[in-house]
């Protein structure tokens, strides 16, 4: 259980980390009109910490409702159905992938420009940070919440230093620098040639709002982890989350209003959009983040203040993306529990459930990070659609919730409070829903369509995995006749040399006393069968070696073919298959093994009346192996979820 | 069994598409020095001429002497033992996956000259036709011989059509024109800024010398098909290699006069050595290669002549890239039969052992054209030197060859046809040692390096699995005590749910009869184990339900360490493990079902004295897909060898 100076820290690196990119992508929205749009950028700010305000309102709320940690789909799973339920997962699940592509693209962008060698490179460090972070939780690292709060504590602390420094130097000291940038001249599109006005002004205001918006995404995640808290869970939630949202607009707006008094410029395309002072082309120009141009001009003769900001920025941008390490697997588990993802997704009892999310949101990130060359602009148009979406039915779900108790409810102050909490949500329903529809019209063609299609896509494959449980389960059912006996076992022990596994398999076989017992030879080459039947006669063997010949040189048809002939003989006889493996430990040696025993054992096993006995002989190796999974810690999972703070 | 006429084609693919790029490779290795270099580059074709020559006529010895299609491999392995040939065996590995990435390549190149929209796309070109050759050879399609001739021979009298068309306007007719490329300016290395001498002009020509060394790619090819050939195979091999041998040099030294007479220029790197007849610099300058510069000349008023020649250059090297597709898992099959190489790679009885060779020789291919940048120049600096590792070990084995014979010889009329054989032998191993040293000095640095770094992994992998294997089979051999019988059977069966599954494999058990019989659940939820035993007794089964308990929700640990719980007790005697199964047909249904029994039975077959039983029950989905399989027609592997022509 978490105390509240540990939780804060522990949940603040996803919503926090925002403002490392989200002011630079209002900015240079408004670019595209050229730089006198710039002065709409505190405006479009104070909107959206409006937005902010709503959201945190709002989540108080869920979190002092629904305190079981399943979020916004529990919330609409409970209160709306299924179908709104597998909705937010969609989302979520779409959301969590671009949570750390977002977050590492722009982690890439801050370290480039602090270490100048980076440059250029952005790709293959985003890629490599994400194999890393993966790497990390597949070996189930557990990071503690102490080990959060360090770095973000930094980061909280330097990032309010420079604004109070900053904002200090400006208004009581001496005055601020301008940025670097400050004498560009930035290009705007040609239907702005003539100005900032009209249609294209308010859409274009529309988007860098949408864009904007992206300081509000990891709010949710309080949501998902209010079982980390101490008691009272709801309550201390609900402080966190204010003081989060407090903290995170904060942040923004102040970064946009130091922005706007260093004349900073940042723009989508640096090389097209922007010319020198004298309209000259701009060679190797590297365009910084706002928050790097900030703390160039703030910490001008302090250097180590630009550092510790960047690199703070940078460090929580990576706690960021590793918080979607931790929740894409829970999600994905919980998805498995209902049947709407693989069962091998369902956290049973080891870290392997795990594993798979891991390594498929890795997967998805990279793909996304390779697709859009690690540009934080790009793909931030994909982004903010699904957090709205989940924020939006997240909150018809809670109005549906106060309605449903109101019903019941008779006591007069309860009901006063419950409907205070309906129009709270009510109210942060009509906010997202605004804000959804404002990204959807703004970003659609920009890059959200394709969230909307993984989305969509998700979705199918969700309700599609659930229909495929659902069938097999009723084909499953059992009745009564499902309990005849067979009436004979006939077993068969595959030979292909003369050796240990093969000894012992024969004695196993022999051991389980079947009805009838033989060995089973496939013959491919005459000389080796010759040979292997010399040394069965100078063995003495008390079963017959029956040979099968394979023209073509085959070695599954046969086996498949013989079994299938003594089944047919005796329908109501079982047919036991032995097969010899020897068991090796290395991984790669695995490679070398048993390939040919794996892919038998696939086709037998769709042969009807037919049991396949697999005879393990260890050798060293594998004993060694052995020992050492014996030995080997196997972590439950509920001690894995070291980020979220359960331990 | 192939004509000669079909036999030419056939093989010709791989050899004859290498004038495609090798006569480029001399032009622009030479333009580094400047325009005036070219002079050089028909003295460097005669040069490259004399080395195919000496190729030719050694390889006319090996094909006459080892005709069972084991190549240069077998021909070192028998005269100079295993490391030898290994060597050659890694030199040929990695020569097919560069075949590919070359010839890919090129094809592309030559795409995006005949037709616009496709350049700048060449990477993603070249991958898909990767892609698309691995799935036509992963379907096994038989192409046969006849399919092959047509491109091959239309490109041949193609290419020859062009070659008298344009030497016939240029020595008789009214003159050839200018190539585009002939009033471009070339920029010099500051290195040969004062003329073309000296070291650095000598190492360059050598240099030139050996990237021309590439049109040799793909003679060797022949040597390995000897037995696809009608009798005399030898004869008829020899005499294909040497009309193959005068067409290829015909061509290539054709392309490169025709280039010196229209002026043609082509370097590496167009952008920065490329500059307008008035020294600005070119913007979206195209550089077609020089057989596509030569067609445009040549059919300067007949377009339907340059596209045939593009394009029909452009399919003979996808065909060369299919040869290496047919080459690279028959070779693969021939070491893991040797024990070199996972025995998954041996061709024993259906096509998945040419699959993985497919699947590997692809990804290795693309990962190559993705890497550098599917340009044909820079892959070129890899290829050549495998090649004549390849050549050069060969020609020493053959020397070895003829020597062993001549031991034992005493007619002094074969005496005499063998030493003239030796004496050949030898001056090919002369040649070909010779210009391995220029391509290993000249082209080391420039990416040969990579080539010798991946032949030499390629090596210790190989002698490493072998010694595995070695070591395996000597640790499995029996001895006499290998046949003691396990006292006593004790049987368990896994059960999640009461299925039909479960019903099945408790039927099963209880039909062999073992010593003792009970089944086993592990509980990780208190209500559903509850509800399976109150299900349990209500069926009345007649044997024990075991619960074992799992406070950490793990599955597998419980069995295993129940398993070997009994088995300790009970040192003689051995457990049998009935895991109840249920079989799905469609490949992604496999995700969704049976991944911890899949698991625990890798975990039990680490543990001694248990063997693991499979009860399948087939679903519906299950029993449709046998279906199939039975009808599917299983491909014997003489018969997907169409490309060589082997049916």
Known sequence: MLPKRIALPVFASDPLSSVAYSPDEIFLTLALAGVTAYTFSWKIAIVVGFVMLAVVLSYRQNVQAYQSGGGDFEVASTNLGAKP???????????????????????????ATTVDVARGHEVLIAGAAVLF??????RGV??????????????????LGMVCWGLGQHFIGGGLGRAESADLQVIAEPEFADGFAGVAAAFLLLRAFASGCATLTGVEAIANGVPAFRKPKGKNAATTLALLGAIAITLAMSIVALANIIHAQVVEDPEHQLRGPNGEVLVDYHQAPLVGQIAHVVFDNFPPGFFLITLSTGMILLLAANTAFNGFPVLASILAKDGYAPRAFAARGDRLAYSNGIVILAGFSILLIVAFDAEVTRLIQLYIVGVFVAFTIGQAGMVRHWTRLLKNERDPVVRAKMQTS???????LSVTGIVLVVVLITKFTHGAWISIVAMAIAFLLMTGIRRH???VAIELAADERDRVLPTRVHAMVLVSKLHKPTLRALAFAQASRPNALEAVTVSTSDSDTAELLKQWDERNLPMPLKVLHSPYRELIRPVV??????????????VAVYIPEYVVGRWWEQFLHNQTALRLKGRLLFTPGVMVISVPYQLASGKER????????WLAPGLRRGSDGRR
Do not use: C, H, K, W
């Open 422 to 428: 309906r129009t709270i949500n009510a109210f942060g």
């Open 626 to 633: 052995a020992e050492e999974m014996r030995e080997e810690y």
């Open 85 to 111: 339920a597998l909705t937010v997962a969609s989302a979520l699940l779409v959301d969590y992938v671009l949570t750390v592509a977002v977050s590492i693209s722009s982690a890439a962008q801050y370290l």
């Open 469 to 471: 449980y659902d069938n």
């Open 561 to 574: 073919e013989y079994a299938s002939a003594i089944r047919d003989a005796n329908p109501r006889g079982v």
């Open 142 to 159: 557990r990071e503690s919440g102490t080990a959060f709060a360090i770095p973000t504590y930094i980061f909280i602390f330097s990032m």
């Open 133 to 138: 972070l993966a790497a990390m939780n597949l």
